[in-house]
């Protein structure tokens, strides 16, 4: 999800919830405890430079278990980081504290946030000589008039 996007969001609903992609509520007194941009320069495994950016939003919860953020206090939080971005709409990053810091896309679903999941790929599946996996359905696959049938000792 955009930063646009979630701003647009956050300005249609009254109340603010973030579920994780299991389906757990994240506890309603979270806090926003950063906004910032990410950016990653980096060389990937078929030897190209990348640089990738990304708004960066961490969720925390602590013990003040009455804390509520509006979600009209979100969008104010954001806006008084614009200057940070340059006006860049950059997609949204979700840093949340588990076992580990989750690093979690965004989407909104039934007027609620929820965190996805987020994965690592090579970059550069062509050099590695990584192909890709394609699909067949059983169903269209030719039977073979040499295959073996069951009862006729070939195997």
Same mark, same amino acid.
């Given at each position: 999800?955009?930063?646009?996007?979630?701003?647009?969001?956050?300005?249609?609903?009254?109340?603010?919830? !973030?579920?994780?992609? @299991?389906?757990?509520? +994240?506890?309603?007194?979270?806090?926003?405890?950063?906004?910032?941009?990410? $950016?990653?320069? !980096? $060389?990937? *495994?078929?030897?190209?430079?990348?640089? $990738?950016?990304? &708004?960066?939003?961490?969720?925390?919860?602590? +013990?003040?278990?009455?804390?509520?953020?509006?979600?009209?206090?979100?969008?104010?939080? /954001?806006?008084? $980081?614009? &200057?940070?971005? @340059?006006?860049?709409?950059?997609? /949204?990053?979700?840093? =949340?504290?588990?076992?580990? /810091?989750?690093? =979690?896309?965004?989407?909104?679903? @039934? #007027?609620?946030? %929820?965190?996805?999941?987020?994965?690592?790929?090579?970059? &550069?599946?062509? #050099? *590695?000589? /990584? %192909?890709?996996?394609?699909?067949?359905?059983?169903?269209?696959? &030719?039977?073979?008039? @040499?295959?073996?049938?069951?009862?006729?000792?070939? *195997?």
């Amino acid at each position: 999800m955009k930063l646009s996007e979630f701003k647009n969001q956050l300005e249609k609903i009254s109340e603010l919830t !973030f579920f994780l992609p @299991n389906g757990t509520k +994240v506890p309603s007194h979270f806090h926003i405890t950063e906004v910032g941009m990410i $950016t990653k320069q !980096f $060389t990937d *495994c078929g030897n190209t430079f990348r640089t $990738t950016k990304n &708004a960066s939003l961490q969720l925390w919860t602590s +013990v003040d278990f009455d804390h509520r953020l509006e979600p009209k206090k979100i969008v104010q939080i /954001i806006e008084s $980081t614009d &200057a940070l971005f @340059n006006g860049e709409d950059l997609d /949204i990053e979700i840093e =949340y504290q588990q076992e580990t /810091i989750g690093k =979690y896309g965004l989407d909104f679903i @039934n #007027n609620q946030f %929820v965190l996805t999941n987020t994965k690592t790929d090579c970059l &550069a599946k062509n #050099n *590695c000589g /990584i %192909v890709e996996k394609v699909k067949v359905n059983l169903s269209e696959l &030719a039977t073979k008039s @040499n295959s073996c049938s069951p009862g006729s000792n070939c *195997c």
